[in-house]
Antibody, heavy 113, light 107 residues
Framework: QVQLVESGGGLVKPGGSLRLSCAASGFTFSDYYMSWIRQAPGKGLEWVSYISRSGFTIYYADSVKGRFTISRDNAKNSLYLQMNSLRAEDTAVYYC??????WGQGTLVTVSS | AIQMTQSPSSLSASVGDRVTITCRAS??????LDWYQQKPGKAPKLLIYAASSLQSGVPSRFSGSESGTDFTLTISSLQPEDFATYYCLQNYNWPWTFGQGTKVEIK
């Protein structure tokens, strides 16, 4: 069965950086587009970034453009999100998702001094 | 960006009730609309894709429909495990956008 396991979350100071990872298994990773979606505490969902199967097509939400970088390694069945210049408003649970259908359990990112 | 206006924001219902949740898109999105269910502390679960197609393994009491830019999620007979928050998502064009969510609570 499809399994997506996020890691790399934690507490970081404003202006700091984090790299999230998502390890995928149970499906042919290279056949699917992947995404990162986040949810601030007690709030709704926000689609953060999208990457195509090959990695050639990438989109970002305006709120993270220029600060976040999505990437994937099809050989390692892994998805990444490099987050720089973090702000308090980036505090959220970050989910990786396979083709919008299957989601991981999420990893919490807290940006606070 | 396409705005998705979801209503109501919350509702109270009893087991066995028919429940309807609506999302209105700010422009045409064809049928590029999904519905998700989220329970506290859990990741969202895909229920309906392409406006009316039932995701594998999802009970048939869930259904989706569309009329122009209005999309509806219907639960035909609410079950105890259906008390959750529901979100619509347009994936017609980037940035993909969610509705604000509908919390379904026990009456």
């Amino acid at each position: 069965q499809v399994q997506l396991v996020e890691s790399g979350g934690g507490l970081v100071k404003p202006g700091g950086s984090l790299r999230l990872s998502c390890a995928a298994s149970g499906f042919t990773f290279s056949d699917y587009y992947m995404s990162w979606i986040r949810q601030a505490p007690g709030k709704g969902l926000e689609w953060v970034s999208y990457i195509s199967r090959s990695g050639f097509t990438i989109y970002y939400a305006d709120s993270v453009k220029g600060r976040f970088t999505i990437s994937r390694d099809n050989a390692k069945n892994s998805l990444y999100l490099q987050m720089n210049s973090l702000r308090a408003e980036d505090t959220a649970v970050y989910y990786c998702a396979e083709a919008a259908a299957e989601w991981g359990q999420g990893t919490l990112v807290t940006v606070s001094s | 960006a396409i705005q998705m206006t979801q209503s109501p924001s919350s509702l109270s219902a009893s087991v066995g009730d028919r429940v309807t949740i609506t999302c209105r898109a700010s422009q045409g999105i064809r049928n590029d609309l999904d519905w998700y269910q989220q329970k506290p502390g859990k990741a969202p679960k895909l229920l309906i894709y392409a406006a009316s197609s039932l995701q594998s393994g999802v009970p048939s009491r869930f259904s989706g429909s569309e009329s122009g830019t209005d999309f509806t999620l219907t639960i035909s007979s609410l079950q105890p495990e259906d008390f959750a928050t529901y979100y619509c998502l347009q994936n017609y064009n980037w940035p993909w956008t969610f509705g604000q969510g509908t919390k379904v609570e026990i009456k």
